[in-house]
């Protein structure tokens, strides 16, 4: 018996071709709570970061998805946007999670963004280290651009002259993505793409 | 002082089963009192590897063993394979590297000062079953009463719980919905102005006292263990304790072994009646506190309301029945069997009265409305059936659309017609099934009031 994720109702299970055939995907969601998401595709460009490509809106459910995920620490939540997320991701050739600082990782029992991608089976490099335990969620503005670098290279990591795709949950004024496009360029990297689920 | 541990926390924690590092303690103080025996500490998730190899996991705040809800993960905090319980999450996540505290010190002793400040008087068959249940009770038997809706269930109440608190026992309210624990907290506290009593529900502060009264959702009884001397669970029959093994696990769970767990509801289900048969006593009470017979539902057909509703137009059957409520200025309630086509049919009906409003569980407005039907400021509601059981409105008129779908089961339509003529100045009043065909359970729950009137005992 498969249940929505999210509401925990039943799931439907139609008789169709594709699941006859074996090829149909694997169904997380009832159709209310997927509908309930809605889909952005915004994608903006720029010189330190050359694109950035945010899937979904930041609305109510997703903001309910979130909470549950990180706050209640529902990590079976991952599956939820794995298909979405390899489809963007699957042709990139190099793709870095934002890191989470050790104590917060601990504190959360995992790290949000490698979990999100490896459920959608899309392979990544761990190359950045975060600075600070600091919250970007509780700063203004101000504060978020007068803050001291927040990414580090990892130890032994080497940069080549490609085009790396940096992930993140939520893209809001841009500081954490614009830091990391920073520490990846200044080692080397040609481009610094990003992907994040949410615009808000 | 004198005493080698914390009030406080013995308050607080003798007969929860909580979470170590969300208690409203100091983290110091806590550890202090492990240290020191008088609190035990358990694994979050026991798990069991059987004899061909499969690992078996159950919660042990919840008690939930459906191995389809749980998630195994790579945790970083014990930097290894953590499995949690997805069925009580929204509580605080339970999982392997989690631990549960129980108290293991002296226990709380309650007070035997307890008054009973109702000021009403049981009818007789109403003593009896109060009478009955105090019987149970010391015999250490589960009770059910099955009382038509209407017939004064929580008043019967009153006497047994008295009796409970009087010898300094512990005792649980619990019903499966929060409007009806809303409902009922007034009501109990206005009855027992000297007893300690907690309300707990989804989203209320933490207290740390220890209240002697408990009312509680069914959830929240996930986090007791062996606590109560006596636990009552209200309307039974309700959503979901019926289809939710786990929740009545946990109303199991948070009776002290081999005290009773008594039952009050209009419409029982098979499966209790039959248990209570074989294990328990019943009483029944199929006539309302006034007197007066249930309302009997008339049928009205409302032929293809869903597609005329869709395209926009009211049934004119429906525009009848409604101006009718609003020219007599009788309060209503219109069921309905979906949101969606309740939220279609809500501008329909505003047509006819600006005024008029819709409520389901998820409704942010969902009790200012209830309220202001209470307050005639509104003349009516469109609503979900979250408004079938545990609401008392005076007068108030009665009409399911889409009598035949499969939501309204034989129960849900008999306490749905419970609303009705409740008030002795009002004993009466309309209870219309408008639908698109008849089916069994509107005969079964016709013939059911039917049969309780002529003074027969319900099946």
Known sequence: ?200 | MGQPFHTAVRDFLDGRIWLRRHTPFPKDIIDRHIQEGFIQTIPGIQTNTTVLNQTHHTCNRCENNDPTRFTTFHCAKCEGTCTYCRKCLKMGRISSCTELILWRGEPVSFSIQHALAWQGTLTSSQQQAADDMIDSTNKGRSHLIHAVCGSGKTEMLFPPIHELLLAGKRVCLAAPRVDVILELEPRLKAAFPETSIEALYGGTELTKQAAQLVLATTHQLYRFRHTFDAVFVDEADAFPYTADQTLRQAVQKAAKPGTPVHYVTATPSEELLSTMKKTGSISTINRRYHGYPLPVPRYETLWNYEKQIKKGKLPQKLIVWTSARLKKREPFLLFFHHIGLMEQALPLLQALDGRIRSVHAAHPDRKEHVQALRNEQLPGLLTTTILERGITIPNIQVAVVGAEQKIFNKGALIQIGGRVGRSVNFPAGDFVLFHNGITYAMDDAKREIERLNEGGIGK
């Open chain 1, 1 to 200: 018996m498969t249940r929505c994720l999210l509401c925990e109702q039943q799931l439907e299970r139609r008789p169709t071709w594709q699941g006859l055939l074996g090829i149909q995907k694997k169904q997380h969601l009832c159709e209310i709570c997927s509908n309930s998401f809605q889909r952005a595709d915004i994608i903006e460009e720029g010189n330190l970061l050359d694109s950035v490509h945010s899937l979904y809106e930041y609305n109510e459910a997703m903001r309910e998805f979130f909470h549950q995920y990180k706050f209640l620490q529902d990590v079976a939540l991952a599956d939820v946007f794995a298909g979405e997320l390899r489809s963007v991701l699957k042709e990139k050739i190099a793709v870095v999670p934002i890191p989470m600082h050790p104590d917060k990782r601990i504190e959360r029992t995992f790290a949000h963004v490698e979990e999100l991608l490896r459920s959608a089976v899309v392979p990544f490099l761990l190359l950045l280290e975060k600075t600070s335990t600091e919250v970007m969620g509780e700063k203004t503005r101000e504060e978020r651009l007068a803050m001291k670098p927040l990414f580090i290279l990892q130890k032994h990591a080497v940069i080549e002259p490609i085009t790396y795709t940096i992930v993140d949950d939520i893209y809001t004024t841009g500081t954490t993505l614009n830091q990391a496009a920073f520490v990846l360029k200044e080692a080397g990297a040609k481009r610094v793409e990003a992907v994040t689920l949410i615009r808000a």
